[in-house]
Structures are given as structure tokens and as C-alpha cells.
């Protein structure tokens, strides 16, 4: 009997290669594979940069403003539950100030990624 994890991931090859490729369909389990199993990066995270006259924020600041989250109050949540980090460095603090002077990656949740800088 086929577990039902196995049969997800076929079906989602099939569906993958029918509209793209085969090997497109490997490489997008090799890639959630790479992110959810091992909690690995993503190869390709969009890169923002902020227009802002201080490079050093707050994380609920730069959270809002890179649309990583909906509002200073989900920041806030994230952040208390520990779903936020930034380097891969858990942030624990809502009054944390980073400093956005050199590229700094944003993680939030299993899911969001982002380059971000000044």
C-alpha cells in the first residue's frame, strides 16, 4: 500500500511534468525537498531594497514594509511565537533594531523569504 505522502508527491510530479516537464517536476520536489525536509534556502529569493534614510529598523518596521507580513500587529504575533528570523537567526524581541546597511535575509514563517538592504 502506498503511503499517503508518496502518492501526494506523485501526483504533483504528474501534475508538474504535464504542464511543464519530467525533470521540471523532479527538480520541484528536490526543491520543496531541500526547503521543508532539511530547512534548507530556497536558490532563488527576491531581493527588495528599502528607500529609507536610516539603515537600522526596528523588525516590525521592516517586516510591515517588505509586505512579509499584513500588519505591524501580525509582525508582532510572528515575531512572539517565533516564526521570524533574520540570518537564521531567530528573532525573539519586537523592539529588536537590525541594521539594513549590508543585504540581510528575511525569513518569515516556513514559506517567506526575502533579500532586503538600504
Do not use: C, W
Not at 501526494?8 to 511543464?20: D, N
Not at 516590525?60 to 540570518?87: H, M, N, P, W, Y
Not at 523592539?95 to 528575511?106: G, R
Amino acid at each position: 500500500m502506498l503511503h499517503p505522502r508518496n502518492a501526494k508527491v506523485q501526483v504533483a510530479i504528474g501534475i508538474v511534468s504535464l504542464y511543464h516537464s519530467e525533470e521540471a517536476g523532479k527538480t520541484a520536489l528536490e526543491e520543496f525537498e531541500r526547503i521543508f525536509k532539511k530547512k534548507e534556502i530556497p536558490d532563488d529569493i527576491e531581493e527588495r531594497v528599502l528607500e529609507l534614510e536610516n539603515p537600522n529598523q526596528n523588525i516590525v518596521e521592516i517586516l510591515f514594509l517588505t509586505k512579509l507580513v499584513e500588519s505591524k500587529k501580525e509582525a508582532k504575533r510572528v515575531i512572539e511565537q517565533g516564526g521570524a528570523s533574520v540570518d537564521g537567526n531567530k528573532i525573539t524581541s519586537i523592539a529588536e533594531v537590525i541594521d539594513l546597511s549590508e543585504q540581510k535575509l528575511l525569513k518569515v514563517g516556513k514559506r517567506k523569504f526575502l533579500k532586503v538592504s538600504v
